[in-house]
């Protein structure tokens, strides 16, 4: 289907839906200047991944992954929300959209106004200490320590969820709730290939919903468990549809 096609596809299905949801990836805040894992932009040519976001690589040494996690935190507190972000939290305010699950943990859906937004993978914004357990917010911590560490002397992790740990189970409870609940699903900026997030749309299929994904390129979900896939800018098509369902 050509682009201007799908493009009113969505616009009609987002239009009949009562309970729209969203689930969002790396790539909607990539127009935010934070790099997702695939795409070139610095940050993750130096530190791979799987090898940094890794429980096992932050517990046998936790000073070489604050490298990295202070580089990202750097990143996302100077990012602003873009377009994407801003119309999302305009769906929510005019009762469109019931709740943003995320897996990004930069803040920057709360940052744009979303209310209802499931941090799936965590928050850089707080930090736990591992040993006893104390919460820290992220202004309270020197993160130019290295490593930032508890009043106890405990090098302190932030509550972003790593390769290797499992998904808070509150938000879990709630993302498949929001999942089984909803009877459309937009997925944005998501290559849908770490799991348990990349079940997600799964799940909302499974509860009757439609899932209309929007990507630069096409994913795992594409012409599978999505409905329609739009081809684009996260930045350019959430506000596209939003303005095309609900009027300026
Ligand atoms: P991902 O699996 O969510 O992949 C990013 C996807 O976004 C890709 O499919 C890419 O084609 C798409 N994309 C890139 N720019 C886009 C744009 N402008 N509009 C629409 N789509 C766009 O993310 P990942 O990078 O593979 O990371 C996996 C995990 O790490 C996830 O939990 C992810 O959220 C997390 N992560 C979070 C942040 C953040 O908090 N901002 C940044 C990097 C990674
Ligand atoms: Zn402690």
Same mark, same amino acid.
């Given at each position: /289907?050509?682009?201007?096609?799908?493009?009113?596809?969505? &616009?009609?299905? #987002?239009?009949?839906?009562?309970? &729209?949801?969203?689930? =969002?990836?790396?790539? #909607? !805040?990539?127009?935010?200047?934070?790099?997702?894992?695939?795409?070139?932009?610095?940050?993750?040519?130096?530190?791979?991944?799987?090898?940094?976001?890794?429980?096992? !690589?932050?517990?046998?040494?936790?000073?070489?992954?604050?490298? /990295?996690?202070?580089?990202?935190?750097?990143?996302? =507190?100077?990012?602003?929300?873009?377009?994407?972000?801003?119309?999302?939290?305009?769906?929510?305010?005019?009762?469109?959209?019931?709740?943003? #699950?995320?897996?990004?943990?930069? !803040?920057?859906?709360? *940052?744009?106004?979303?209310?209802?937004?499931?941090?799936?993978?965590?928050?850089?914004? *707080?930090?736990?200490?591992?040993?006893?357990?104390?919460?820290?917010? *992220?202004?309270?911590?020197?993160?130019?320590?290295?490593?930032? *560490?508890?009043?106890?002397?405990?090098?302190?992790?932030?509550?972003?969820?790593?390769?290797?740990?499992? #998904?808070?189970?509150?938000?879990?409870?709630?993302?498949?709730?929001?999942?089984?609940?909803?009877?459309?699903?937009?997925?944005?900026?998501?290559?849908?290939?770490?799991?348990?997030?990349? /079940?997600?749309?799964?799940?909302? &299929?499974?509860?009757?919903?439609?899932?209309?994904?929007?990507?630069?390129?096409? =994913?795992?979900?594409?012409?599978? &468990?999505?409905?329609? =896939?739009?081809?684009?800018?996260?930045?350019?098509?959430?506000?596209?549809?939003?303005?095309?369902?609900?009027?300026?």
């Amino acid at each position: /289907m050509d682009q201007t096609g799908a493009l009113s596809r969505a &616009v009609e299905m #987002i239009g009949r839906a009562d309970r &729209v949801a969203a689930l =969002t990836g790396a790539g #909607i !805040s990539v127009e935010s200047g934070v790099p997702d894992f695939r795409g070139a932009g610095g940050l993750w040519e130096k530190y791979d991944p799987f090898e940094y976001a890794h429980i096992d !690589s932050f517990q046998a040494d936790p000073a070489k992954v604050w490298h /990295m996690l202070r580089e990202m935190d750097r990143i996302v =507190t100077r990012a602003d929300p873009n377009p994407a972000h801003l119309a999302l939290a305009e769906m929510e305010r005019r009762g469109k959209l019931t709740a943003v #699950i995320t897996q990004n943990v930069d !803040s920057l859906h709360q *940052r744009a106004g979303s209310q209802n937004v499931i941090e799936f993978h965590g928050s850089h914004a *707080r930090l736990t200490c591992p040993e006893c357990g104390r919460g820290y917010g *992220r202004e309270e911590v020197d993160l130019d320590a290295d490593p930032p *560490r508890c009043g106890c002397g405990q090098a302190l992790k932030p509550d972003v969820v790593f390769f290797g740990e499992a #998904i808070p189970p509150s938000a879990l409870e709630l993302a498949v709730q929001t999942a089984l609940g909803c009877d459309l699903m937009l997925v944005i900026g998501t290559s849908a290939v770490v799991a348990p997030a990349s /079940m997600v749309p799964a799940l909302a &299929v499974r509860g009757g919903a439609k899932v209309v994904e929007i990507n630069l390129e096409p =994913t795992e979900l594409t012409g599978r &468990v999505a409905d329609l =896939t739009l081809l684009g800018r996260a930045g350019e098509v959430i506000p596209y549809l939003v303005e095309a369902v609900l009027g300026p």
